[in-house]
């Protein structure tokens, strides 16, 4: 299976509606591209011929939007195998999901929180390790961006870092989601921060998102990255590190040479943090 390299590691999302764009990029344009499963799994023809070409050509991670690890259903079995198999055809290096349920009897086809509880905890930790075990990898869960957080018992930093423990499996931070929910939720999100476990850290997600008030922000994903973001993300690489970094955008499609240039800008700050860390480590030896 590939690796990607942790010293400048940025991504892009394959999206159908930039393939054209994706199959003429030159090679080492970006570090590795993001699938969602559920969208490709036994899609062929030309489709499917060009998501085989573009992994042969850039490493593969995989973001699952389906598995609903909060929902009360049973896992979907089915899914699970299938998104074992496509994970080990293209080589996915990094798989996550969200930290939400998307199904209540039928999809919802959205990401609806959980309830901040004790008894969720164990619930989405239970349904974490079926999925590791399944799938035969560690996996990440992504925080995801709410608007209601029905049942908070526990803030939502204590439920994270709960389920991370119960579960022994890592996070996905959307720095987006961070910022969003920490405007609309009113708390400070350098604090929030400050309590995620450094060693739980596989991978950063960034986005645009739309401001539609002062203290109400919605994750679009349609956007350019907004500048608390970036340096939000400057933030999360000096406490822990620079990670892969995946560019989210799902729609409102620039010129691919746009979003390049934001990857170019994830590249130029993964640079300047992993030269720190260099030297820092050299002064301590």
Do not use: C
């Not at 042969?56 to 896992?75: K, Q």
């Not at 930290?99 to 004790?118: A, E, H, N, R, W």
């Not at 956007?223 to 406490?239: F, G, I, M, N, Q």
Request: charge should be negative.
């Amino acid at each position: 299976m590939r690796t990607l390299d942790s010293t400048t590691t940025a991504g892009l999302g394959l999206r159908r509606g930039l393939l054209p764009e994706l199959l003429a990029m030159k090679h080492g344009a970006v570090d590795f591209l993001e699938v969602a499963p559920d969208n490709w799994i036994g899609v062929g023809g030309r489709f499917g011929e060009q998501l085989a070409q573009l992994a042969a050509r850039f490493p593969i991670s995989a973001h699952g939007l389906s598995l609903s690890l909060g929902g009360v259903e049973p896992l979907d079995m089915d899914l699970l195998r299938r998104t074992r198999e496509f994970n080990e055809r293209h080589g996915v290096v990094l798989y996550s999901e969200h930290l939400s349920y998307t199904s209540d009897d039928g999809q919802l086809y959205d990401l609806m929180p959980i309830p901040f509880t004790d008894e969720a905890v164990k619930h989405v930790a239970s349904r974490i390790r079926q999925v590791q075990d399944v799938l035969g990898r560690r996996i990440a869960v992504e925080n995801v961006s709410y608007y209601a957080a029905p049942f908070q018992a526990l803030a939502e930093v204590d439920f994270i870092n709960a389920v991370l423990a119960e579960a022994d499996t890592d996070l996905l931070l959307d720095v987006n989601n961070l910022y969003v929910n920490a405007i609309n939720h009113g708390y400070d999100a350098e604090s929030f921060l400050a309590r995620l476990p450094a060693d739980r850290i596989a991978q950063y997600h960034i986005a645009g998102h739309f401001d539609e008030d002062i203290d109400l922000k919605v994750d679009t994903h349609g956007a350019p990255v907004k500048a608390d973001v970036w340096t939000l993300l400057e933030s999360a690489y000096r406490r822990f590190g620079v990670k892969p970094t995946l560019l989210e955008r799902d729609f409102n499609f620039p010129p691919l040479a746009e979003l390049l240039t934001e990857t170019g800008r994830i590249r130029s700050i993964q640079t300047i943090y992993h030269d720190r860390a260099r030297l820092k480590a050299l002064s301590h030896a």
